[in-house]
């Protein structure tokens, strides 16, 4: 049920081209980063999708993330990036996740769980610059041997993440490959050697390993400020309508703190959309939607539950007219960049903003 029509339509098809596309051009298979929620794009309904297309791994920053895929009968291999409590190991045990080790003292931990039979696949995360999780070369390495000796713990992968790969003029990321390739000749290869994220995959073309983890490419959007990868399809578009539309006088104030005075009649129409939805109260004044493919300037500031927009040169605007809050009508499109800009933060932070208020209806399948 959508009382005010508000939703978020999540393309299918081109998540999946998205991901054919990326593998076709990097060589390799592609493991999409679900976590989040699949970056506000719906987990369970893409990680089906992947399931149904062919899809070989898929992977998450949290054991719940992974338990809720389970449970929803996903049974491709799932790797959990992230820290968890090692009480919980039984859990990632039952639900046949793969889990990411990284220290010695975590592994120890994780041991006291496991009975002498059992055995739970992991992955190295080996740091080569990022300096979050993982220990450097001999740290790494150390770690590699400790788990070679316990059978209980079945080396599957190992991967490096990198921190500057969408800063193509960055030496950064050739010093984090010769790093991990360094580490790589020390030890036997395991199933999975993961190191390219979107950027790496898409602007550096990185092909160390025989899988790349891809999120933010996957759903569509840009990985990089510094560049534009023509061939990435948009996944998410966000819609509203207009709730009312009345005449705003010359000297009449709109919304809170009366930030926005107009200087000349207008015509204004409310749209039943705020930053409880997930648009950034920053974009009071400034931002835009669309409304019969044209743009309407934001008036005043950004409310919890609505917003007031500029329609004076829009004809014939109504109540119940769709509106484009991100997405492309016609010739015109806003973006989760365009809308990142505006607001001083990046993409991803703009879909996985997008809350759980405005439905997800799926298409494409």
């Known amino acids: 049920m959508e009382s005010r029509n508000t939703y978020a339509e999540v393309n299918v098809k081109k998540f999946l081209r998205n991901i054919f596309e990326i593998s076709k051009r990097i060589e390799m298979p592609v493991a999409p980063v679900l976590k989040a929620d699949a970056y506000g794009h719906g987990a369970v309904e893409l990680a089906h999708a992947c399931q149904r297309d062919g899809v070989g791994f898929l992977i998450v920053a949290f054991l719940e993330e992974g338990i809720q895929l389970r449970e929803a009968g996903i049974t491709l291999p799932i790797l959990v990036l992230n820290y968890f409590d090692p009480s919980y190991t039984r859990e990632a045990l039952e639900h046949e996740l793969s889990i990411t080790i990284y220290s010695s003292e975590q592994m120890k931990e994780i041991a006291h769980h496991l009975k002498q039979d059992e055995k739970i696949k992991v992955h190295i995360n080996v740091d080569t610059g990022m300096s979050r999780l993982g220990h450097g070369f001999e740290g790494s390495l150390k770690l590699y041997e400790e788990i070679g000796k316990d059978p209980r713990f079945l080396l599957e992968g190992v991967y490096t993440h990198f921190s500057s790969a969408d800063e193509p003029e960055d030496k950064t990321s050739a010093e984090q490959i010769e790093k991990f390739k360094d580490f790589l000749s020390r030890i036997e290869r395991p199933r999975y050697v993961h190191v390219s994220n979107s950027a790496a995959a898409t602007v550096l073309k990185v092909r160390v390993g025989n899988m790349c983890r891809v999120g933010i490419a996957s759903y ?146």
């Open 220 to 365: 569509g959007l840009q990985p990089s400020s510094k560049v534009q990868i023509d061939y990435l399809q948009p996944v998410m578009s966000v819609h509203s309508s207009v709730s009312f539309v009345k005449k705003l006088y010359k000297g009449q104030s709109v919304g809170y703190g009366h930030t926005f005075t107009a200087d000349k009649d207008m015509r204004v129409a409310t749209i039943p959309f705020g930053y409880a939805d997930g648009l950034p109260r920053s974009l009071s004044n400034k931002g835009y939607v669309l409304i019969h493919s044209k743009r309407a300037r934001i008036l005043g500031r950004v409310s919890m539950d609505q917003i007031v927009v500029d329609v004076s040169d829009i004809f014939n605007v109504k109540m119940g007219d769709d509106v484009i809050i991100m997405g492309k009508s016609g010739n015109e499109k806003i973006t989760a960049e365009e809308i990142a800009e505006m607001a001083n933060t990046i993409n991803y932070e703009i879909v996985c903003g997008i809350s759980k208020r405005v439905p997800r209806i799926y298409v494409g399948e």
